[in-house]
């Protein structure tokens, strides 16, 4: 134990703050890691800079485990030790790798903000805007989060098929989105045109909402 000023004792020994420090950055890193990825649709409006962000946050992750892992073993030779780094270093990135990103995005956004969805699909027959009319039409600001442009468009098929209001919230560059859609009854597996690609139905969320790529 060390003896700091005025005689108080340290309860961590100097090594011992080292490694938890080590420990909680190497956690620190991965967990920022694994938040880029939650948010993955929402940079990937940001295209390549999402992809460069996404990467960046890779490489600091491995660079802190890395140093980590020299460090204990250069303070202490203890495999034991080491392995404190070394299983949250390797069992965090095979963990980010098997998760479902989108689908966790894409439930857990909704149940969090289900009231303003609910809030949204009162004002759908109030969408008449398409792709092509700046992405729709602007919805009220307390419901700008919903969308990646605070917008709504009113989506639809080729033909006489249903339409439904769409809360684009990664927008493909040149064409292509996807993101929450609302429609009035069932969409099934129609094909819709969102901004000049085809997609469908993902998930169904509740309260007439779905998820389309």
Partial sequence: MSVAAGGTTSAVPPRGRALVGWVAGVLAAWGIVAGLHLVGLRLANLWVFGLLLTGLGWLVALAATGLALRAMWRRTRSVPVLSLVLIPGVLAPVAILAVDWTSTFVHGFYRLHRTDFQAAATLADQVTAR????????????????????????????????????????????????????????????????????????????????WLD
């Fill in 131 to 210: 792709y092509g009319d700046r992405y729709g039409q602007v919805l009220p600001k307390d419901l700008w989060h919903l969308s990646s442009k605070g917008r709504a468009v009113r989506i639809g098929t080729e033909g006489s098929g249903p339409t439904g209001i769409l809360l684009p919230v990664r927008v493909g560059r040149p064409d292509g989105a996807a993101g929450y859609a609302y429609f009035a009854g069932t969409p099934g597996d129609t094909r819709f045109d969102c901004f000049a690609e085809p997609c469908r139905v993902r998930w169904s969320l509740g309260d007439g909402w779905h």
